[in-house]
C-alpha cells in the first residue's frame, strides 16, 4: 500500500502522537492517521530531544537547548544558526519532511521562552502543509502541536 493510499484510509494508524495518552479508538495510545500528521510530532520530538538524551541513538535530536543559552549580540546571527541547526537536524533524521518556513519568536511577557514555529510538508505531497510550534525555557517545555502562529505579544525574528 502506497503513503497516499495510506493516508486516505481512515482505518490505517500511522504512528503515535506525543506525549503518549490513552486513547478511545482501537489502539492504546492516541494514534495519527497521516503521515503529515506524524510529521509535526516527529519534528517536535526531534527539537525537544537533546543529542545524547535517547538511548542507543546518541546522535538523535537537536543542539537547539545549548544554543538557547549561549549568550549572543546580534539577534539576526541568533535565529540563522537556529534555523540552520533545524534545517541540518531536518536533513539528518527527518528527510522525507519538507521545512518550508521556520519562524522564531521570544515571548514579550517572559523573555525566557522561545517559541519556534514552523511550516512543514511532506516530499511525496508538497502542496499539504502544517504548521508546528515548540516551546523552549522559561516554566513552558512541551511542544504544542497544531496550527502555531508563535507566541502572544511575541516578537518575530
Do not use: C
Not at 538511548?55 to 544558526?81: I, K, T
Not at 514555529?117 to 522559561?138: M, R
Amino acid at each position: 500500500m502506497s503513503s497516499l493510499a495510506k493516508d486516505l484510509d481512515p482505518n490505517t494508524y500511522i504512528g503515535l502522537q506525543l506525549p503518549l495518552k490513552p486513547s478511545n479508538n482501537i489502539t492504546f495510545f492516541s494514534s495519527t492517521l497521516t503521515y503529515l500528521e506524524q510529521a509535526k510530532y516527529s519534528a517536535a520530538n526531534l527539537l525537544k530531544t537533546m543529542k545524547g538524551e535517547r538511548v542507543a541513538q546518541p546522535n538523535f535530536g537537536s543542539n537547539l537547548h545549548n544554543l538557547l543559552f549561549e549568550q549572543y549580540d546580534d539577534v539576526e546571527e541568533f535565529a540563522e544558526r537556529v534555523k540552520t541547526e533545524i534545517t541540518e537536524d531536518f536533513n539528518t533524521w527527518l528527510p522525507y519532511v519538507n521545512l518550508d518556513d521556520t519562524k522564531i519568536f521570544q515571548d514579550n511577557n517572559n523573555p525566557n521562552i522561545l517559541y519556534v514555529t514552523l511550516t512543514i510538508s511532506l516530499k511525496y505531497n508538497p502542496q499539504d502543509s502544517e504548521e508546528v510550534t515548540v516551546s523552549f525555557g522559561g516554566t513552558s517545555t512541551a511542544g504544542s502541536i497544531g496550527g502555531g502562529g508563535g507566541a502572544t505579544g511575541g516578537g518575530g525574528y
